[in-house]
C-alpha cells in the first residue's frame, strides 16, 4: 500500500526534517566555536581512550621537562663551582712550586705564601659547599647545610646521589660527587693544603707535596668531566623533550579538534540546506483546495 | 409504490446528505486534534419493496438511502505497531538520557576532568622528588592530592545524585501510569455504555488509544480489545487495566544508591506487594535498569556501576600510592606511613582523605640515603606512567561509560526511526486530509441539492396531478 499523504503527516515530515536539520546545524555550529571534536566519551570512545593517553603522556612529558630544567641547574652550579676550583688548584700548585724553592726563598716570602695558600684553602672549602635553592651541590642527599664540616668530614652519604627524571625508565645523576672530587678528612684537599701551609711555616720541603696536589687536580677534572657528560645528557634529553612534546601536542590535536576549515564549510552547507527545507515547506504546506473553491 | 414515495426516497438523501456534511464538519474541526481518527458516514441503498400480492405490477427503485453508522477509519495494526515501538523507544530513550548525563558529569577529555587532576597530582610528586624536604612543592602537593579527593568525592556524589533524581522522577513515571490506567478504565465503561446504547463511541475510542499510547510508552504491556469494545491492557502478564478495573502499581525498594544493593528499586502491583513486574518495554523499564545495583560481572544498572567504578579506583589510587609511600622515610626518619586513608564506613571514593598535613610527613626519600633524597616521591610520581599506569584504571573507566553511551544512543536513535515510521504510517491511515474533505464536502453539498431537486420534481409532478388534472376545456 502506498501510504496515503495527508496534511498532518506532510506537517509531521517537514517538523521532523526541519528538526533533523536543525539539530545537524547545532552540532556543526557547536563544533565551529567550540574548535572540539571530542566533546563528550560517547562521540567517539576510541578517540577518547587515545586523547586521555595522549593527554597523561603530555603531563608526564611536561613534568620530564620541569625535571630536566632544574637538573640543568644543578649541572651549571657544579660546573661553574668546579671550574673555579680547578681555577685555585692551579693557584695552589703554583704557589707549592714557588715554596717549594728552598735556596731562593725567605721565611717571610714562605710565610706569605702560606698565607695565601690558608686563604685559598677557605674559598676552596666555600666552593666545596656551593649549594643550589639550599642544597649543596657536592653532598648528595645530605641535608647537613654544607659538603664539608670544618674538620673536612663529607656529609654526604655514601651511593646516595642526586636523580632526575628524563623518561620513563631513564634518570641522570645532577649532584657531583664531593667525596670524590675532594677527598674526605685527613685525606682531603683541605687537610693537604693545610698539610702545606704548616710544611711551609715550619721550614719543611714542600716538593712532596706536589705530587699529591696533582692527584688531587686529576680527581677534579675527573669529576669535572663526568658533570661535563652528565650535561651532554640534559641537554639531548631537553631536545628529546622538546620534540616529543610537540608530536604529543599535534596527535592530541588530531584527536580532539576539528578541521575548522571542513567544520565551516559544512556549515555554510548545512546553512543553505536549512534555509531551502524552510523555503520548501512553507510552499508546500501552504495550498489547500480551500483556497480555490467559491 | 405510492404516491408519495418518492417524497420519501429524496427525503432519506437529504438526511445521509446532511449526516455526510456533519461528518466532514467533524473532521475539518478536529483536523489537528491530538489522536483523532477521521470518520466516515456509512450509508447504503435501501432495496425496493417486495411485491406481494397479484397486482403488485412492474418493476420498482429502490427506497432511498439509510445512514448506517459512523466508521472510525483506524487500523488496529498500525495502532499496535505504534504502541511496541513507543515502547522500546521509551526505553532506550530513557537509558541513553542517564547515560549521557552521567558522561558529560565525567568532564572528559579535557582539562577539567579527573584525568587531569591526577595528572597534576603526578607532576606535584615530580616536583616534590626535585625539592624533597622543601615546603613550597610539599604544599603543592598536599594541595593537588585535596583537590584530587575533592574531585573524586564530587564525582561520585554527581553519581548519587543522578541515582536519587531518576528515583524520583520513577516515582512520577509510576503516578503518570497509574492515571493513564485509571482514565482507561473509566473510557472502558463510557464506551461499553455507548456501543450498548447503540451510539457513536468515535471520540471516547480515540480518546482511549492516546492513553493506550502512553501507556507502552510508560510500560510497554499489551492491549487486548473484548467483545464488548472494552480493551484490557496487560503489563508484565498481569492485567493493568480489566474492563472498567484497574490495578494501581507502586515504586518500592530503596530511595537511595547506598541501599540499591540489598534493596534494588522495582515496580511492583499495589494488590501484591513484595513482587516485582517483569516489564517488557517503556520508560519505567529502563529507569528501573538504570538504577539496578552494581553486580560482579560490571553489568549492573549503569548509576551504580558508575559509583562501583569510582570507589574501585579510589581504593587502587591509595592502595599503589600507600604501596610506595610505606617503603619511605620522612625527614625526621619516620617510616611505614600511608599518604591516603579510606573511611570503611563509607563509600571508598567518599571516604578517602589525604593524612598527611604538611612536608614533615611526606615520605619522599629512601631510608639512609640523606635527607634530601626524593627518591620514593620519584617512585610514586611513576605511578602515573607505565603499562599499569594507575590512569589507565580511570581512563578504562571513562571509556566504558563513553562505549555504552554509545551504544544505548545508537539503539535510542533506531528505536525512534521505528517509533517514527510507525507514528507516519498511523497518522496517514488516521489523519485528516483537507483537500479530501473538501472533496466530500462538495460532494455531499451536491447530493443535498440533488435530493431537494428530486423533491422539486416530485412535488411539481403531484401539483399538475392534483390541482391540473380533470379541468380540460374549462
Redesign the interface.
Known sequence: MI???????QT??AQ?NLQLSLQRQAELYDQASSRRL?T????D?TA??S???V???Q??T??YQ??VS?GDAWLTTADSALTSVETLMHRVRDLTVQGANDGAMSPEAKASIATELDGLKKSLLSLANTTY???TVF??????GVAFQPDYSFT??P??TV???IG?DT?VRVDADGAAAFGTGASSVFALIDGTVSDLRGGVNVTPRLAQIDDRMKAIVGEHAEVGGRQTRIDKATDALAVGANALEAQRSSL?DVDLSKVILDLKTQDVNYQTAIAVTARVLQP???DF?R | MSTFGALNTAYTGLVAAKAGLDAVGQNLVNANTPGYTRQRVATSAVPALASAGLFSGGVRPGQGVTVDGIQRLDDAGLDARVRTTSALSGYTSTRADALSTLESSLNEPGTNGLSAQLQKFWSAWGDVSNQAGEQAPAGVLLGEAASLVTQLQTGYRAVDDQWSALRGSLDGMAAELNTAAAAVADLNGRIRSSLAAGQSANELLDRRDVLTASIATLAGGVVRPNEDGTVDVLVGGNALVSGTTANAVKVAGATRMADAAADPARVEWAYRPGAAIALEGGSIAGAVSTLAPADASGTGGALAEAAAGYNAFAVTLAQRVNAVHQTGTTPTGATGLDFFAIDASQPAALGLSVVPTGVGQIATGAAGAGGTDGSVADAISQLGTGPDAVDKQWAAFVVRIGVASHTEKQQSDLADLATTSAVNAQVAGASVDLDEENMNMLSFQHAYQGAARVMTAVDEALDVLINHTGIVGR
Do not use: C, F, I
Open positions: 501510504s496515503r499523504v495527508t496534511n498532518a503527516t509531521l515530515n521532523r571530542l563528550k566519551p560517547s562521540d570512545p577518547t581512550a586523547a586521555l593517553g593527554r597523561s603522556d603531563a608526564t611536561a613534568q620541569r625535571n632544574n635553592l639550599g642544597r653532598a648528595g642527599n645530605s641535608d647537613a654526604g652519604a651511593g646516595s636523580e632526575r627524571r620513563p634518570t580532539e489547500t483546495l480551500m473553491l
